[in-house]
């Protein structure tokens, strides 16, 4: 294949996750409103991705899989990074969880100079004052400074600490590079559905999935489906195209989440909010070169 359709291929894959992760909203928190909970929808889609991962990358798992400390932290954040999102936006509004959510790069920045000593650049620290600026204007309110909470619905602080999550995930895992990137997926996979499963034994409703009505097993199996599609052709794109490109293409999933937010829920934000919001998102773009390595600087000194 030549250079430029894998590149073709690869900005289509991405597209597509943004679309698909933009859309996803919408089914999770239909199967909610009929009485199939985030956990039980989280638990059975998980449990078909892995199902069909398992086969499809059978050889791939039998001959690089290892079981390390480190991917059961992974597991234990990426499943909270996905379930808390998934939660999120089946209760609450869609654009304030996702860009609460895309705060996530702020979070890398303190997160990467505490676990792996990485130094900002000065597009890092522009991340950090357009994320933080963004976040003000975002989430201000009139008794803010009377000492209301910033953030006063559940479903707000699940998206924050979603993003936090996901941001401690991509640390973790950019230090855990002898990890295969199959594995590494299914870390996310066995981690949601482990979350979900968690959940509903400790509320007593684990046999309740045998009560899910037929018509919505056929939803749930296209999202099994569909979310290992995503997982594949991103896991693809991202190991071809450039940071800085591939975040820009992520942030599609903003214009797509906001366009069916309003169409099928009839949800818009305000003036303020797509302020706030178009900073964090500007924050975002520049997140690809926001840190370097101990002692870059150096060598590059010494290189010339």
């Known amino acids: 294949m030549t250079p430029v359709k894998q590149k073709f291929l690869a900005t289509t894959g991405i597209l597509t996750t943004a679309l698909v992760w933009g859309l996803m909203w919408y089914p999770f928190r239909s199967l909610n409103q009929s009485g199939v909970s985030v956990a039980m929808t989280s638990l059975v889609v998980y449990l078909v991705a892995i199902t069909l991962g398992v086969i499809i990358f059978f050889d791939v798992y039998?001959?690089?899989?290892?079981?390390?400390?480190?991917?059961?932290?992974?597991?234990?954040v990426f499943g909270w990074c996905n379930y808390s999102?998934?939660?999120?936006?089946?209760?609450?509004?869609?654009?304030?969880?996702?860009?609460?959510?895309?705060?996530?790069?702020?979070?890398?920045?303190?997160?990467?100079?505490?676990?792996?000593?990485?130094?900002l650049t000065r597009s890092g620290w522009l991340v950090v004052a357009l994320s933080l600026l963004g976040c003000f204007i975002f989430i201000y309110r009139p008794g803010l400074f009377a000492g209301e909470l910033p953030l006063s619905h559940r479903y707000?602080?699940?998206?924050?600490?979603?993003?936090?999550?996901?941001?401690?995930?991509?640390?973790?895992?950019?230090g855990a590079q002898s990890i295969p990137v199959p594995v590494k997926s299914a870390s996310i996979w066995f981690g949601v559905a482990s979350i979900g499963a968690i959940k509903l034994a400790l509320a007593g409703q684990l046999g309740g999935i045998l009560q899910i009505p037929p018509q919505s097993w056929l939803v749930l199996g296209i999202l099994g489906v569909t979310l290992l599609c995503t997982s594949v052709i991103s896991q693809h794109g991202v190991s071809i195209l450039p940071a800085t490109q591939t975040m820009t293409l992520m942030l599609m999933e903003l214009l797509f989440a906001a366009a069916s937010a309003y169409l099928l829920a009839g949800e818009a934000m305000t003036p303020r909010e797509w302020a706030g919001g178009a900073l964090i998102a500007s924050a975002s773009l520049l997140s690809g070169r926001m840190t370097r390595k101990p002692g870059t600087a150096q060598l590059k000194q010494e290189a010339a």
């Open 62 to 76: 039998r001959r690089q899989f290892r079981l390390q400390p480190v991917l059961l932290v992974l597991t234990a």
């Open 156 to 174: 707000e602080w699940l998206a924050l600490s979603g993003g936090m999550a996901f941001a401690l995930g991509n640390v973790i895992s950019r």
């Open 85 to 119: 999102y998934t939660w999120a936006v089946s209760e609450g509004q869609v654009m304030r969880v996702l860009l609460l959510f895309y705060l996530s790069p702020l979070w890398t920045v303190f997160l990467s100079r505490l676990i792996l000593k990485e130094r």
